[in-house]
């Protein structure tokens, strides 16, 4: 019913910027929260950043000062600028929404995208 996909990964070198997008499509009734989780190879999957709808964030300690996110809710779409890109930030990035779709507005759910990856080299 709905689908999250993620563009703008790609390999930098460290100290390089990239931005990720995620689209939400399907048969949106509202989107709650927005966010980016990423793992790395051998480590769990962690929160990096997450957006309200009213625009409230929250961030990985790992990441702040360096990422910001933010959301257009018209276009269902969040991003995740990535300045001052560490080898350590190197992982799989995930676009993850709560969403309450058409058919049962009252029971938002969980969706993930399908990942992109983030290589930053030394």
């Known amino acids: 019913q709905v689908q999250l996909v993620e563009s703008g990964g790609g390999l930098v070198q460290a100290g390089g910027s990239l931005r990720l997008s995620c689209a939400a499509s399907?048969?949106?009734?509202?989107?709650?929260?927005m966010a980016w989780y990423r793992q790395a190879p051998g480590k769990q999957r962690e929160l990096v950043a997450q957006?309200?709808?009213?625009?409230?964030?929250n961030y990985a300690d790992s990441v702040k000062g360096r990422f910001t996110i933010s959301r257009d809710n018209a276009k269902n779409t969040v991003y995740l600028q990535m300045n001052s890109l560490k080898p350590e930030d190197t992982a799989v990035y995930y676009c993850?929404?709560?969403?309450?779709?058409?058919?049962?507005?009252?029971?938002?759910?969980?969706?993930w995208g399908q990942g992109t990856q983030v290589t930053v080299s030394s």
């Open positions: 399907g048969s949106i009734f509202r989107i709650n929260v």
């Open positions: 993850y929404a709560i969403v309450a779709v058409t058919t049962t507005p009252g029971l938002p759910r969980q969706y």
């Open positions: 957006v309200t709808t009213g625009g409230s964030t």
